[in-house]
């Protein structure tokens, strides 16, 4: 084995290759070491990771996994498939065995498939026969001997060996029996993908046994990979190539919906494999290698074994069709390139593969439902598998059993959080009592209940969690009638079933509204909470609890209560894009269900961007979902049942939803954001090096150039006052972000004092000044204006900011920076930029020199070093002022114009007030002082005396004149 690579893959998206020798498990080793060394913490990075670092490919050095070189068999592996190319898994080494796909195999392999369907269905019509004859003789010998039902069919009377349809029956009987011995003999043959399980190292450490993956892939899927071998056999292929497995793919009718939901158009992407396809037969012939019978290619062995591990990775019993698609899109190649060039990567077509199982499985449940529509819901005891456990009266009638409800397909499915999950079972493992999960409202912590509940009910949680049940605690019900004593009394029954039972883990929603409710003693003075009551039956730790709260409740409650010492807090936070997408697919089959309508990949990944972006008082995913909701409600009642929901669909609801013209959302950003500086430059004058240096950080940030755990960009605007350095960023803000009111603004001098934190982040039920109106708008420009009069241990505070992109609020809500624009203007050193200007440097050489050594005066190089660009403005000239002042003349004659009135200027007025207003010292801030006084006051007076109406024209000219030409009479 010394000549084999062994490649782990970390991600199904990068490969990482090592030569190592494989003489025993490599993950042995590292689990040793690691969990001796870091304990519970890498215990819990372990099981998290557990199958990726578990599966890995065993590729031969010598002929890289094709088993051949030069049309003979490897030396090295002796084309031994096992030892050629292979995967190692939970202690089981896989190989798939293509020496039986050949084309006799193949044939064989389908027609025995056929004898077995034809005699299984003959049995069981044989079988079916005999039940009806049964019927019929019962039936016969009803009406005959006119006996009671059904006491009367156990008379002796009744069975009549002589009858020939009796014997009929007993005759198919012992067919019936062989039936159920086919049934049950091929299920014991049958072969399952290896599930992921929670297994002791002992486990982990024993020897791996090799098994053949051929029987774990589903017959559909399978056929996919024959027809591929036959494609490429048949057309004079030397290699089954992942195109070939494209080629058939997209033939195989369980691929329509795979091309569906990523909008995929058959006909294009069939266009495009078939040019592929010719141009590798052209390069095989021109090759003048000898034909030899198709092989498949390493590339191709990986794509199987990669579907396997797909299928592991969701849970599923078989290789699905599905399974197929995203290793594919994974695996460098020209199948891959295809898929690319239509924009399908990687992570779409595993989601989309997500999606396809996530509806097979309600398929199931539903049909799983409706065979036991007489059962319930609750159960009906409070008994485990093992026989252990107590009845539970007073607990099952304020609660409801979830792990019944999973085990009844009754709970919908949930994705996208393994990682809190995971986190939950290790925090229970440790030994602790229970968890409370903390999160904002609508991010999803009922559902991370309910896949613990689903995973419990399959047998794949911890062992600790094995035949245990996972109940939901009624808070309201537990409450409601019989006062203060009548409630803690259920309570305390309720716990005291779960603790006698041994078999409970108790889940309490909003488990907050325990807190501040109890026994009330002599003159009314609170003996007891609610609270303190679950506190002391958790310390006996013979139950657990699940708890939920949010940042608000767990601040203002839980934070003073016992509960906060017994329970271990778990952050849920808001999901990101993908996660949020996965999140939705698992419900958009209930939306389409109850419409009647069809969501696209990209349809559900609009709801998220624009959501994102627009709707900035809720959380994911259940903005995302209630933008799904009302898009498939439009659509179902605009197009009909059966109408396919799009991208274009969502922009336009979500456009209804804010009130924004659709064409602000489906805007060219890109086109945008190349003329970034035209369109800074309509409306702001001067300062070119500013807008340039602005403009391309902006346009690297959306080319996704950025670190995306920071903010977009970080600028230091530095002065003298009035220059342009706030107009800049409402420039920015107007032009990046479509509206000069996507603009946070703090005035930094208000928080020259160290208790200024408290008023920018919050404390108790005080939202913060900072916190809470990021909260509000996400994606817009933060203005620090005067940051160098703000306390300095402020400013650490935004260095964090400037680092992480994100800061807790004073409720404990995480609060996201990461889609904000930060500039922070300053007038610190104005006067030593203006000496160099008067010296005669040009400013990016002052740039550099000020920022060295001038501005470290006013602040730590820590703090300025987390800035992207810090920009030095320039004073303004008197040019720039008679720019300045026609820009604010055109705003006033615009005002005008709405009431129907005509403004013109004369050059000369233009000049003039530009005279007026100009001040070396104040930049263009005296200018609007000017016009005020000679322009709009006059204005002003003219409209309410009456005296300019609709139609008329005012000239404003030289010496401050106000010419007024009145229109024609009609």
């Not at 019509?125 to 049964?134: D, R």
Request: charged share 25%; with cysteine.
């Amino acid at each position: 084995m010394d000549n084999f690579l062994l490649r782990t893959k970390r991600n199904f998206n990068q490969w990482i290759i090592y030569p190592q020798v494989i003489n025993k498990p490599f993950y042995s080793t590292s689990h040793y070491f690691f969990t001796k060394t870091y304990g519970l913490f890498v215990d819990f990075w372990e099981r998290c990771t557990i199958s990726l670092l578990l599966f890995m490919i065993l590729i031969c050095s010598q002929c890289k996994g094709a088993g051949l070189i030069s049309g003979a068999a490897c030396p090295t592996c002796r084309g031994n498939e096992e030892q050629a190319l292979s995967a190692t898994l939970l202690n089981t080494r896989l190989f798939f065995n293509f020496e039986k796909v050949t084309e006799w195999n193949i044939a064989a392999r389908r027609a025995a498939f056929t004898v077995d369907t034809v005699i299984n269905f003959s049995l069981r019509l044989i079988g079916g026969v005999g039940i009806l004859f049964l019927a019929f003789y019962i039936y016969r010998q009803i009406l005959s001997l006119n006996i009671n039902i059904p006491l009367g069919l156990f008379s002796s009377d009744v069975w009549n060996l002589q009858s020939p349809y009796l014997r009929v029956f007993l005759a198919t009987f012992l067919i019936d029996l062989y039936t159920v011995y086919r049934t049950m003999r091929a299920q014991e043959l049958e072969m399952y993908v290896i599930k992921k399980e929670y297994q002791k190292n002992e486990k982990r450490d024993a020897q791996i046994r090799s098994v053949s993956i051929n029987r774990a892939f589903s017959r559909f899927a399978l056929e996919v990979i024959e027809n591929a071998y036959l494609f490429a056999l048949q057309n004079h292929y030397s290699e089954v190539l992942p195109l070939h497995l494209l080629a058939v793919l997209i033939a195989h009718p369980h691929s329509n919906i795979i091309l569906f939901r990523l909008g995929i158009n058959p006909g294009a992407l069939a266009g495009k494999i078939k040019h592929g396809l010719q141009g590798l037969l052209y390069q095989e012939q021109q090759s003048g290698q000898p034909k030899r019978m198709a092989h498949f290619s390493p590339e191709t062995k990986l794509v199987i074994l990669n579907a396997y591990m797909e299928a592991h990775e969701r849970g599923g019993e078989k290789v699905q069709v599905w399974d197929l698609w995203t290793p594919i899109a994974d695996i460098e190649g020209y199948a891959k390139e295809i898929l690319y060039d239509l924009d399908i990567e990687t992570y779409k077509m595993r989601h989309v593969g997500q999606w396809v199982q996530v509806e097979e499985d309600l398929r199931r449940k539903t049909a799983f439902r409706r065979a036991h529509s007489h059962g319930g819901f609750f159960a009906r005891h409070g008994m485990d598998r093992a026989m252990t456990a107590v009845e539970t009266k007073t607990l099952n009638s304020f609660s409801t059993d979830l792990t019944y409800m999973a085990s009844r397909g009754a709970l919908p499915p949930s994705l996208g959080r393994a990682k809190e999950i995971e986190q939950v079972f290790t925090i229970l493992q440790s030994g602790a009592a229970g968890v409370m999960l903390v999160g904002g409202i609508g991010v999803g912590k009922e559902s991370i209940v309910d896949e613990i509940a689903a995973r419990m009910s399959a047998d794949m949680a911890p062992d600790i969690l094995r035949d245990k049940r996972l109940v939901a605690l009624s808070v309201a019900s537990v409450l409601a009638g019989g006062g203060a004593e009548g409630s803690a009394e259920r309570l305390y029954r309720a716990l005291y079933e779960a603790a006698h039972s041994g078999n409970i883990l108790l889940f309490i929603k909003d488990i907050h509204y325990l807190v501040g409710v109890g026994l009330k003693g002599e003159a009314g003075a609170s003996t007891v909470g609610m609270d303190a009551v679950l506190t002391e039956a958790l310390q006996s730790r013979r139950f657990f609890v699940i708890g939920t709260t949010d940042y608000k409740n767990y601040s203002l409650h839980i934070e003073h209560s016992p509960l906060r010492n017994v329970l271990t807090r778990i952050e849920v936070l808001e999901p990101n894009l993908e996660d949020t997408v996965l999140m939705l697919e698992a419900r958009a089959p209930f939306i389409e269900g109850k419409h009647g309508v069809f969501f696209t990949y990209q349809a559900l990944t609009a709801a998220v961007e624009f959501s994102n972006k627009l709707i900035h008082t809720e959380h994911q995913p259940e903005k995302a979902e209630t933008i799904l909701r009302e898009v498939a409600s439009s659509v179902a009642t605009s197009r009909g049942r059966r109408a396919v929901v799009t991208d274009q669909d969502v922009a336009k609801t979500i456009a209804q939803k804010i009130n924004m013209p659709i064409a602000r959302l489906e805007k060219s950003e890109s086109e945008k954001l190349l003329r970034l500086e035209e369109e800074i430059h309509k409306r702001y004058i001067n300062q070119d090096y500013a807008v340039v240096q602005v403009s391309a950080a902006l346009r690297r940030a959306r080319a996704e150039l950025r670190d995306e755990r920071r903010p977009i960009a970080n600028f230091l605007f530095v002065g003298p006052t009035g220059v342009g350095k706030t107009e800049l960023v409402k420039r920015i803000a107007s032009v990046y972000f479509n509206s000069e009111k996507d603009m946070v603004r703090l005035d930094m001098s208000e928080f020259q004092e160290i208790g200024g934190i408290t008023r920018l982040i919050g404390e108790g039920e005080t939202p913060g000044l900072l916190t809470e109106s990021v909260r509000m708008n996400p994606y817009s420009v933060l203005l620090l204006d005067e940051l160098e009069k703000a306390h300095p241990n402020i400013l650490n505070l935004f260095l964090q900011v400037m680092d992480d992109g994100r800061l807790t609020s004073g409720e404990g809500e995480v609060i996201d920076f990461t889609n904000l624009i930060i500039v922070a203007t300053s007038n610190a050193g104005t006067k030593k930029v203006q000496e160099y200007l008067a010296s005669g440097k040009r400013i990016e050489d002052i740039r550099e020199q000020f920022v060295k050594k001038d501005l470290l005066e006013w602040f730590k190089p820590e703090f300025i070093n987390r800035f992207d660009d810090v920009i030095v403005f320039k004073p303004l000239s008197e040019e720039n002022i008679q720019a300045i002042a026609q820009l604010i003349l055109t705003d006033i004659a615009g005002k005008l114009e709405s009431k129907g009135i005509k403004l013109r200027i004369a050059p000369g007025a233009v000049v003039e007030l530009a005279n007026f207003g100009f001040d070396p010292l104040f930049g263009a801030r005296p200018l609007r002082r000017a016009i005020q006084d000679h322009v709009q006051n006059a204005l002003a007076n003219y409209l309410i005396a009456g005296q300019i109406g609709r139609r008329d024209t005012v000239h404003l000219e030289p010496g401050g004149v106000i010419r007024i030409e009145k229109a024609a009479e009609l």
